[in-house]
């Protein structure tokens, strides 16, 4: 019975880490300005809310669109404001820089099985 309940314990923790993490791997890769790193965790769709365009995307679609507003907004920073989590699901909020100017980024992402999938992006211009 000890056995068991360790073993729980071990797969509650591992899989809370995966929770955790999945967030802070693509904060991380806002840091950079990699693309190809966030959409690792798009679902099949996603949404990319930018000044220039809006819309629903596939994974590789949306992947393009991505690298294309890195290109054109070189990362400097990026600062988390407040991060959270509800019902499965995880958000976030910060502050892009980019030498082209300073955007609100909100990031939501919704449990789905066993993963956190990246649901929508949004760039707003400050």
């Not at 690792?40 to 669109?65: A, C, H, I, W």
């Not at 030498?99 to 999938?117: A, E, I, N």
Request: glycine share 6%; proline share 1%; aromatic share 12%.
């Amino acid at each position: 019975m000890k056995r068991i309940f360790t073993l729980l314990t071990i797969g509650a923790v591992v899989s809370s880490f995966t929770f955790f993490s999945s967030i802070d791997e693509v904060i991380a890769a806002l840091k950079t300005g990699k693309a190809a790193e966030i959409a690792r965790f798009f679902d099949n769709t996603v949404e990319l809310n930018m000044p220039e365009k809006s819309n629903n995307y596939s994974k590789s679609q949306g992947e393009v669109v991505l690298r294309d507003f890195f290109s054109s907004n070189v990362v400097k920073s990026f600062t988390v404001n407040h991060k959270g989590e509800n019902a499965g699901s995880q958000y976030c909020i910060g502050t892009l820089v980019t030498k082209s100017g300073t955007y609100r980024t909100t990031v939501f992402m919704k449990l789905k099985g066993d993963k956190q999938l990246l649901q929508t992006i949004t760039f707003e211009r400050q």
